[in-house]
């Protein structure tokens, strides 16, 4: 089993991602890379909890496209909607996707941010 292949088993499943076998090996390198550039993922985990973003995304005032995936077991499909209110948006929900959208369904994405400018 190659190295990319293990890791789309073992990482990109435990992230939510709905079909890690389909990830490219560009995809998995592109999301491996980022995160060695990261070395605080605890604080930034106990920084997103302590201050919850949603409360100040009413002050946003231009046009927003929300991208969600179906299968996101991580952010579920109830936190798009309030998303969405909050930020008076357009909401496109990816089916067959998980939590890593541009990576699992980069054709999907590109077309619905195409769609919304």
């Not at 054709?107 to 400018?117: G, H, S, Y």
């Amino acid at each position: 089993m190659t190295r990319s292949r293990l890791l789309r088993r073992l990482v990109f499943g435990f992230v939510s991602v709905a079909d890690p076998p389909g990830l490219t090996e560009e995809a998995v390198e592109g999301f491996l890379a980022a995160h060695l550039l990261h070395t605080d993922v605890d604080g930034a985990w106990r920084a997103l909890r302590a201050e919850d973003p949603r409360l100040e995304l009413h002050k946003i005032a231009c046009p927003v496209l929300v991208l969600w995936g179906a299968e996101d077991v991580q952010l579920p499909l109830d936190d798009a909607f309030e998303y969405t209110r909050r930020l008076r948006a357009r909401l496109r929900v990816i089916p067959g996707c998980g939590h890593l959208l541009i990576g699992e369904r980069p054709d999907a994405c590109d077309r619905a941010i195409a769609d919304f400018l």
